[in-house]
């Protein structure tokens, strides 16, 4: 069980487009969702926090009207970028909190975006 | 500020065993997760640690002790596939996970 799937696993935009990276929890809900991007030879950096119903909660840093996220179901987080440029080209990924009383993050399989 | 410290990159022998250590400064402490993740992947759960003591789970096993802010995986029977990167992320007093940068771990025939 908890198994989240990420949709696409690739995409290669132009700069100045806008992306849109989908985040599903196939089996569980889930009210909290969380977007990580990560650079070659780094470790995961949180980007925002996301919950059903609400405005996403953004890291220091995270500029929240580049990075738009919408999380209007309990089984769908959505992370567009907006304008994208070449430094935006990243492995991004979502995870879902698991079950009540459980702080473990089921996390979606990652989208590569590459921004030429 | 809050603080998670492993090393950066481990390397052993096929067959041997490795210990991977995870040092952690953070405000409050709900918990320690292990998580492994191959390059180009998305971090898979290997173990949650909350309790003090050893938690044993095949050929990992995980242990903390939260008055020394330490845990450590331990991997025996090591498998090529056992190359990858591993995460240590510590659960604060506002149940944020904080993530250490990783230990890459290189298996060796």
């Known amino acids: 069980g908890a198994v989240v799937s990420q949709h696409p696993s690739r995409v290669i935009c132009k700069s100045g487009t806008s992306v849109k990276i989908e985040c599903r929890s196939l089996?569980?809900?889930?009210?909290?969702m969380f977007w990580y991007r990560q650079f070659p030879k780094q470790s995961l950096m949180l980007m925002a926090t996301s919950n059903e119903g609400s405005k996403a909660t953004y890291e220091q840093g995270v500029e929240k009207d580049k990075f738009l996220i919408n999380h209007a179901s309990l089984t769908l987080s959505t992370l567009t970028v907006t304008s994208a440029h070449p430094e935006d080209s990243s492995f991004y990924i979502c995870?879902?909190?698991?079950?009540?009383?459980?702080?473990?993050?089921?996390f979606g399989p990652g989208t590569r975006l590459t921004v030429t | 500020g809050q603080n998670i410290d492993q090393p950066t990159e481990m390397t052993a022998t096929e067959g041997a065993i490795v210990q991977i250590n995870c040092t952690y400064q953070t405000s409050g402490f709900n918990g320690l997760f292990w998580y492994q993740q191959h390059a180009g992947e998305a971090p898979t759960f290997l173990s949650y640690n909350v309790l003090d003591g050893l938690e044993e789970k095949g050929r990992f096993s995980s242990f903390l002790s939260r008055s020394k802010g330490y845990s450590y995986l331990l991997l025996k029977e090591l498998q090529m596939k056992d190359s990858a990167s591993y995460l240590c992320a510590v659960v604060d007093s506002n149940y944020q996970l904080i993530w250490g940068a990783g230990t890459k771990l290189i298996i060796k025939p």
């Open positions: 995870s879902a909190l698991g079950l009540a009383s459980s702080y473990e993050q089921y």
């Open positions: 089996d569980f809900q889930a009210t909290t």
